[in-house]
């Protein structure tokens, strides 16, 4: 953490023994220890929350895109309904067709053609 090496460590160590003297060294050793597990802890848990919050604030990025997309989305799915509905046009009429199969014909709606609405009431009063 540091980047002490043992020879500067045996110094500081011999400094504090004469300076503290041989009956406090063990008691001031034990406090710095606590003292210097406090500060570590201390530094881990800031790491911790400062990642949190960086991932808070990528997902709060995130869901403010989404709602923009899905604002956007909305809008355009709201004029492309009242588009047709001013034109007298229904966008989403049925369309029926037959598609050939191999072994046997099967029925396929298609719903991306726009029918008319005197097409669509001829369809309606034919299949009744």
Do not use: C, W
Not at 3 to 27: N, R, T, W
Not at 44 to 66: K, N, P, Q, V
């Amino acid at each position: 953490m540091f980047d002490m090496s043992f020879s500067e460590i045996l110094v500081i160590a011999l400094v504090a023994l004469v300076v503290i003297g041989p009956e406090k060294l063990p008691k001031v050793a034990r406090t710095l220890g606590f003292m210097l597990g406090r500060v570590q802890r201390y530094l881990s848990d800031a790491r911790a929350d400062l990642g949190r919050e960086m991932e808070l604030d990528e997902l709060r990025r995130m869901r403010e895109d989404f709602e923009i997309r899905a604002s956007v989305f909305e809008s355009e799915m709201r004029r492309k309904i009242a588009r047709p509905a001013q034109e007298g046009q229904f966008e989403t009429d049925l369309v029926a067709h037959a598609v050939s199969d191999e072994d046997s014909s099967q029925l396929s709606l298609d719903f991306s053609a726009p029918v008319s609405a005197n097409q669509s009431a001829r369809e309606s009063s034919f299949h009744e």
